[in-house]
C-alpha cells in the first residue's frame, strides 16, 4: 500500500468510518460526536462555571420538609428586624386583603335552572344580597364570634392567615361547630374558624415521610390529602411542653363535603403537600443586605460620635516608653488640662478650645456610607422586589427616578401578581369558610329558594360561586385613567361593577348613594351635576326620580 493510502485509510479511521467525532477534554474523542459528551451546556460536568455545581435532584416533599422549619424561622427574623422586609410583606398584605376583604356572591343560577326554572338573574341577585348581608353579620360580628379566639373579624383574620402564606408558605385553619355559643347576646351562627400556626403541622413525634405521610398531611393511595396531624401547643411553648407532643388527626372534611382542615399552600411542583414562603429565594441576599446596612449605620455612627481629635507634639515612642517616665510626661499632661481649664473661650455661645503650644486640631473625614453601598442596597431591594410581586419602588419608596409612564407600568406588573395572589388565597381559604357559612344560612332557612331547591350539598359549587373585593389598585394620574374608564365602559370593553370593584366598591352601594344624593339634592332645590342631570338635551323628567 502507498504512503498516500496509508494516510488516508488512517484519516477515515480516526474520523471514525467518514464521520468526525468532537474532541473531548484531554484530547480525548467523545461518543456520539457531542462535544465532552453533552448536548447541552447546562448539562456539562467539566465547564468552568458548572464543575462545582451539583445540585441533588429531590422529590418536592424531600426539598421542603426537612429544612422548613429553618427556612421559616429566618423569614420570621428578616420579617421583625429588618425594616424593608416588613414594610414589602405589609404592602402586599395591604394590597391584596387591605381593611375590608368584601364578598360578592355570584350563585350560578344557569347550572341550578337543570332543577327549576325560578333560577334565573332576579333570583340570583335576591339570593346574593340576602346571603352577603348574612356574611356580613357574621364575619363583622362586634363580638367578634367568628374567630374561636375572638380576637379578629373576618377580614383581620384573612390578613393574618395571607402573612402565615406570604412568610411561611401555608396558611392553616380549623372549622368549629360552636353550638354553646349560640345565644341572647352571643353568636348568632355555630360556624367559627380557628386559625393556627402552620408551625403545628407535622408528622407525630418528627418521625420521617411515608408514601401516606407528608410534613403532617395524611394523604390516599391517589395523592390526596384526607387528614391533617396537628400539635395540641406550638414546639416553642415553654409552659406547654407535654400539649406540644401531642397531635391530633383533623379530617379534610366531613362525609357530606363540609370543610374541617383548611390547608393552603401555592404549589409550584406536582407532589407537594407543604409550602414555601417568598422570602425563600433571596434569604440569604437579605440577610447580607441588613448586615451591611447595619455596619454602614455603626460606622457613620462612630465618625460622628468622634468628630475631631486632638494631636499632640509628644513622641510616640515617649508615649510607649511612658512606664519609665521620670514626671515629665505626667507634668506635660497635667500643663494641658491646666491650660484648657483656666482657658475657657465662647463666642455666641459656642464653646472654642484653646490648645496648649503645640497640640492640633484635626476633624475626621467621613468615607461613609462606602460609594458603592448604594447600588448594592438597590440591587438587594430589586431582588426582592422581583421574588414578592411588587415593583421596585414599592420597595423602596423611591420615587424620585420614575416618570408617569414607569410608574405606570410598574403598578400594572404589581398588580397582576397581587390580583393572582389574591385569587389563589381566595380559592384556597377564604371561599372554603364561606361554603361552611353559607350551609348553615341554608339550612336556617334564611336565604330565599325556590320550590324544588336541590340542597346545598347537591349543589354547593353553583351555590357558593362568588367574588371578593380587596383595597382599591388606586391611580397614578387620576383624571387620565378615571377618563379611560369611562371611555372603555362606554365601548362596552367594561363595566361599572368591573370598574368599581378595582377601586374597592361595591357598584350596587355606589348606585345607591346616588340614588340618595340625587334626591336629597332635589329636596334641597340643589342643581343636579352633570353626572345625575344627564345629557343637555335629556328632559329632566324622563329619569327615575326615586
Known amino acids: 500500500m502507498s504512503r498516500k493510502r496509508e494516510a488516508k485509510a488512517l484519516r477515515k479511521a480516526e474520523l471514525g468510518g467518514g464521520r468526525p467525532r468532537a474532541q473531548g477534554p484531554g484530547g480525548s474523542y467523545a461518543p456520539g460526536g457531542l462535544a ?8 456539562n460536568l467539566f465547564g468552568q462555571e458548572t464543575s462545582e455545581w451539583q445540585p441533588w435532584l429531590r422529590s418536592p416533599d424531600a426539598e421542603i420538609n426537612q429544612d422548613r422549619d429553618r427556612m421559616v424561622a429566618r423569614s420570621r427574623d428578616l420579617d421583625r428586624n429588618d425594616g424593608w422586609v416588613t414594610g414589602g410583606v405589609t404592602r402586599i398584605l395591604d394590597s ?11 350563585p350560578d343560577y344557569r347550572a341550578l335552572q337543570a332543577y327549576s326554572r325560578s333560577f334565573d338573574a332576579v333570583w340570583a341577585d335576591e339570593f346574593g344580597r340576602a346571603v352577603e348581608a348574612e356574611y356580613r353579620m357574621w364575619a363583622d360580628d362586634t363580638g367578634k364570634w367568628c374567630d374561636a379566639a375572638r380576637q379578629l373579624t373576618m377580614t383581620q383574620l384573612y390578613w393574618l392567615a395571607l402573612r402565615h402564606k406570604i412568610l411561611d408558605g401555608e396558611a392553616l385553619g380549623v372549622m ?32 420521617v415521610d411515608t408514601p401516606n405521610l407528608r ?9 390526596a390529602a384526607t387528614g391533617y396531624h396537628i400539635r395540641r401547643a406550638h414546639q416553642g411553648e415553654n409552659f406547654a411542653a407535654i400539649e406540644s407532643m401531642i397531635w391530633d ?14 390547608h393552603d399552600c401555592d404549589l409550584s411542583r406536582r407532589g407537594q403537600h407543604r409550602g ?16 451591611a446596612d447595619r455596619a454602614e449605620l455603626a460606622q457613620m455612627l462612630l465618625q460622628t460620635i468622634f468628630a475631631t481629635v486632638i494631636q499632640s507634639p509628644y513622641d510616640e515612642q515617649d508615649v510607649l516608653s511612658s512606664a519609665e517616665d521620670e514626671g515629665e510626661l505626667s507634668a506635660y499632661q497635667q500643663l494641658r488640662m491646666q491650660h484648657a481649664k483656666e482657658n475657657p473661650i465662647a463666642v455666641g455661645g459656642v464653646k472654642i478650645p484653646r490648645l496648649a503650644p503645640g497640640e492640633e486640631l484635626k476633624a475626621i473625614t467621613s468615607t461613609h456610607p462606602n460609594s458603592g453601598f448604594v447600588d448594592f442596597q438597590a440591587h438587594v431591594l430589586r431582588a426582592f422586589a422581583a421574588a414578592s410581586g411588587l415593583s421596585a419602588e414599592q420597595v423602596s419608596w423611591d420615587y424620585s427616578k420614575t416618570n408617569y409612564s414607569s410608574a405606570r407600568a410598574a403598578m400594572l406588573e404589581a398588580w397582576k401578581t397581587l390580583i393572582r395572589r389574591r385569587d389563589n388565597f381566595a380559592v384556597g381559604f377564604a371561599n372554603p369558610i364561606w361554603g361552611c357559612l353559607l350551609e348553615e344560612i341554608m339550612d336556617s332557612g334564611r336565604a330565599p329558594l325556590p320550590r324544588g331547591a336541590p340542597s346545598f350539598v347537591e349543589m354547593k359549587t353553583a351555590y357558593m360561586r362568588c367574588n371578593w373585593i380587596g383595597p382599591a389598585r388606586g391611580w397614578v394620574d387620576p383624571v387620565a385613567e378615571r377618563q379611560g374608564a369611562v371611555l372603555g365602559m362606554e365601548a ?55
Open 276 to 291: 414555601v414562603g417568598i422570602l425563600a429565594p433571596v434569604l440569604s441576599r437579605l440577610k447580607m443586605g441588613s448586615r
Open 492 to 546: 362596552g370593553f367594561g363595566t361599572l361593577e368591573q370598574e368599581s370593584a378595582e377601586q374597592g366598591r361595591d357598584y350596587e352601594e355606589n348606585l345607591d348613594q346616588r340614588q340618595v344624593e340625587i334626591r336629597m339634592m332635589k329636596q334641597r332645590g340643589l342643581p343636579l351635576p352633570q353626572w345625575a342631570a344627564g345629557p343637555p338635551n335629556q328632559p329632566q323628567g324622563g329619569r327615575n326620580d326615586r
Open 176 to 207: 368549629l361547630w360552636t353550638p354553646e355559643r349560640v345565644g341572647l347576646g352571643g353568636a348568632r351562627y355555630n360556624t367559627t374558624v380557628q386559625l393556627l400556626d402552620p408551625d403545628r403541622l407535622s408528622n407525630p413525634y418528627q418521625q
Open 215 to 223: 410534613g403532617g398531611v395524611v394523604l390516599d393511595d391517589l395523592g
Open 249 to 262: 388527626l383533623f379530617p379534610r372534611e366531613t362525609p357530606w363535603g363540609r370543610p374541617v382542615t383548611i
Open 36 to 43: 465532552g459528551g453533552f448536548a447541552y451546556d447546562a448539562a
Open 96 to 106: 391584596a386583603i387591605g381593611s375590608q376583604f368584601r364578598l360578592v356572591a355570584k
